[in-house]
């Protein structure tokens, strides 16, 4: 499976960005994707999941701006994020998989700054 995210970039704070991210190659085994970010010195955390019912799952510091959304016939998974924070800023990954994330995508850098 090969995830390929985009969408990254520099904002300023209160600003609006939005990911994407296709899945390719052996996507029958894919029930949950969604993103990961990493910030600098920090671990690695979940920002929000999406599974191929619907159930969604969400990190506590980005509840009500930040939205998941899936478009299943094109294998794609979208993150879009509102009132964006300078705490936001990080490399974000792409995951997928079935139960938990097994493939990552290269991470895209979103950066919140004046």
């Known amino acids: 499976v090969q995830l390929q995210a985009s969408g990254g970039g520099l904002v300023q704070p209160g600003g609006s960005l939005r990911l994407s991210c296709a899945a390719s190659?052996?996507?029958?085994?894919?029930?949950?994707m969604g993103w990961y970010r990493q910030a600098p010195g920090k671990q690695r955390e979940l920002v929000a999941t999406?599974?191929?019912?619907?159930?969604?799952d969400y990190a506590d510091s980005v509840k009500d701006r930040f939205t998941i959304s899936r478009d299943n016939p094109k294998n794609t998974v979208y993150l879009q994020m509102n009132q964006l924070k300078p705490e936001d800023t990080a490399v974000y990954y792409c995951?997928?998989?079935?139960?938990?994330?097994?493939?990552w995508g290269q991470g895209t850098q979103v950066t919140v700054s004046s």
């Open positions: 995951v997928a998989g079935m139960m938990t994330p097994t493939y």
């Open positions: 190659g052996s996507i029958f085994n894919i029930h949950l």
């Open positions: 999406l599974s191929m019912g619907g159930t969604t």
